[in-house]
């Protein structure tokens, strides 16, 4: 499985590095991570993580989905939730009231007094 490790690496501009066999890669983004099983030994890793530091185009080479595709956070805080639902209930929104001037008189009004009403505000 995926875990929010990968999905919050890419959400923020970064490489992941994961460490996971071609079965549990296959969901992810193609050309997206670094695996770890793709290098012999750590040593290896370290000295490929700093050449993409110093070379741009392959660094950027891992960013080529995002032409494309964009990862977002949809991860929902329950407080942030419950400050939001609470400020909705003691805070109601009121209804527009041109809506319902117009509602209630478009039958009867001329295009140019139409537009006088909606222009009001």
């Known amino acids: ?10 959400q923020y501009g970064t490489i992941p590095i994961v460490m996971g066999y071609s079965k549990n890669i296959s969901d992810l983004i193609s ?7 793709d290098f012999p030994n750590p040593k ?3 000295i490929y993580l700093e050449y993409l530091s110093k070379h741009e185009t392959e660094y950027s080479r ?26 909705a209930l ?22 140019e007094n139409m537009k006088n009403q909606l222009l009001k505000t």
């Open 44 to 46: 290896s890793l370290a």
């Open 62 to 87: 891992y960013h080529q989905w995002r032409k494309l595709y964009s990862a977002h956070n949809y991860k929902i805080d329950s407080c942030e939730l419950l400050s939001a639902i609470t400020k």
């Open 1 to 10: 499985f995926i875990t929010e490790k990968y999905w919050d690496t890419v």
């Open 90 to 111: 003691n805070n109601p929104i009121t209804e527009d009231p041109t809506l319902h001037v117009l509602g209630d008189q478009s039958r009867c009004l001329s295009i």
């Open 31 to 37: 050309d997206s991570f670094i695996n770890v099983f």
